[in-house]
């Protein structure tokens, strides 16, 4: 993994932000009148780090589900009362935030309004002003390195100076394409029980400065 790091980009569903079980409530919720039963693992597999119309269409294909405007506006209220009642940041999260001294931004594949929602009902929209990025900015979405690429671009820094923290497959590709370092999160209740192997996985953002205290302000 590259000892030069200049910038910290951090997904956000997942990683600052315990959403994803609710996420996967939120469809079960909308998909259970159509007789479509959602699992976790499949959720997991084909929904995590992926952006709404790629949902969509997996839907489509997997499952012969044709959703209508009125269903995503179902699923979009469903889940902003399962945020407005139970989201929260991830443990730790707010540390590692004040503590950075380099650079960070957030880079996720979900939507301007959500993500600004997420945010503010955590606490975390103070950390991310002028240094959050959408799917909506780029033309391929994850696992393309469009995203992190044009995140790079934005806050004037190499890509192969980048560290992205991602928890999903998708995100943990686009990072390797776009030759950035990169840690897999499985800190988020949707991960937490799973067995993780590899060299570059985050259990917990209390494990993260000890391994990073370089990217660390001193005390």
């Known amino acids: 993994m590259n000892s030069t790091i200049d910038m910290v980009i951090f997904d956000c569903d997942g990683v600052l932000i315990d959403s994803e079980v609710l996420s996967l409530k939120a469809w079960q919720n909308v998909l259970e009148p159509r007789q479509c039963a959602l699992t976790a693992a499949y959720f997991n597999e084909h ?14 294909i997997d499952f012969s589900l044709v959703l209508t405007q009125t269903d995503v506006d179902v699923f979009y209220r469903e889940l902003q009362q399962l945020f407005s009642d139970h989201l929260q940041p991830m443990p730790g999260i707010k540390t590692v935030l004040s503590g ?13 309004e959500r993500t600004k929602f997420a945010l503010e009902a955590t606490g975390l929209s103070t950390y991310f002003t002028n ?3 959408t799917r909506d900015e780029v033309v391929h979405g994850k696992p393309a390195p469009d995203l ?31 030759n950035m370092a990169y840690l897999h999160y499985t ?33």
């Open 100 to 112: 950075l001294k380099v650079p960070y931004c957030l880079a996720t594949s979900s939507s301007p």
């Open 131 to 133: 240094n959050r990025f």
């Open 47 to 60: 929904f995590l780090g992926k952006s709404l119309q790629h949902v969509l269409e997996r839907l489509k």
């Open 148 to 178: 992190f690429l044009h995140a790079a671009r934005k806050m004037n820094v190499t890509p192969g100076n980048c560290l992205v923290i991602e928890d999903s497959a998708a995100g943990l590709q686009a990072a390797q394409s776009a």
């Open 187 to 219: 800190g988020g209740s949707h991960l937490r029980d799973l067995e993780h192997t590899g060299t570059h996985n985050l259990a917990s953002w209390e494990a993260f400065k000890p391994s990073y205290a370089y990217l660390f302000k001193s005390n």
